[in-house]
């Protein structure tokens, strides 16, 4: 869980996300009550349900690594 005081909006992350294009944005939350998943999806990232799970949640880490240690595009 995040706290920023001052809070910053949904709308500012993904902003700033989307001016740097190689950053890519993965969330992890209970529900997508909060944005997490619109968030991740404007900055080319992914949304993963955050749940108790050792083997789901090894599986959701083991496919953000593997995107972000592939070689470049050419």
């Known amino acids: 869980q995040s ?3 001052p809070s910053i909006s949904t709308q500012q992350v993904i902003s700033t ?3 740097t ?5 993965y969330t992890f939350s209970t529900n997508e009550f909060w944005e997490w998943d ?3 999806d404007s900055c080319s990232g992914a949304y993963f349900e955050l749940t108790n799970n050792a083997i789901e949640m ?3 880490l083991m496919q953000i690594l593997d995107e972000i240690c592939m070689p470049p595009e050419e």
Request: with cysteine; proline share 6%.
């Open 3 to 5: 706290y920023m005081s």
């Open 17 to 19: 996300c989307q001016a």
């Open 21 to 25: 294009p190689q950053t890519k944005l």
């Open 38 to 40: 619109e968030m991740s």
């Open 58 to 60: 090894y599986n959701s």
